[in-house]
């Protein structure tokens, strides 16, 4: 079992930077990859981030490449907005993969950001 806690969203202007966090708890050693995903009202979730927990490797959404940075930290995964526009404006949703014992994604309760026009 992974647990995810999600901090960091709040209400910010256009152009401003946020940094999210995510905290992992229980059998992080069992998770493969850590992203950041993210829903807009009335839109489906989408994948923003991922990064791969024994690699460097990382993928990012095209809307957000060159403005969000994602970076792991032992059990503690970020995403650094910068730049934010008000179509960033979403809750936005910690996950994890799990290979072990079985594949499984576990997710966050997620943290709303608003960027303000």
């Known amino acids: 079992q992974v647990q995810l806690v999600e901090s960091g969203g709040g209400l910010v202007q256009t152009g401003d930077s946020l940094t999210l966090s995510c905290t992992a708890s229980?059998?992080?050693?069992?998770?493969?990859?850590m992203g950041w995903y993210r829903q807009a009202p009335g839109k489906p979730r989408e994948a923003v981030a991922t990064?791969?927990?024994?690699?460097?490797i990382t993928n990012y959404a095209d809307s957000v490449k060159g403005r969000f940075t994602i970076s792991r930290d032992n059990a503690n995964t970020y995403l650094q907005m910068n730049s934010l526009k008000p179509e960033d404006t979403a809750v936005y949703y910690c996950?994890?993969?799990?290979?072990?014992?079985?594949?499984?994604?576990?997710w966050g309760q997620g943290t709303q950001v608003t960027v303000s026009s």
């Open positions: 996950a994890a993969r799990s290979i072990s014992p079985i594949v499984r994604d576990y």
């Open positions: 229980g059998s992080i050693d069992s998770i493969m990859a």
């Open positions: 990064i791969f927990t024994r690699s460097t």
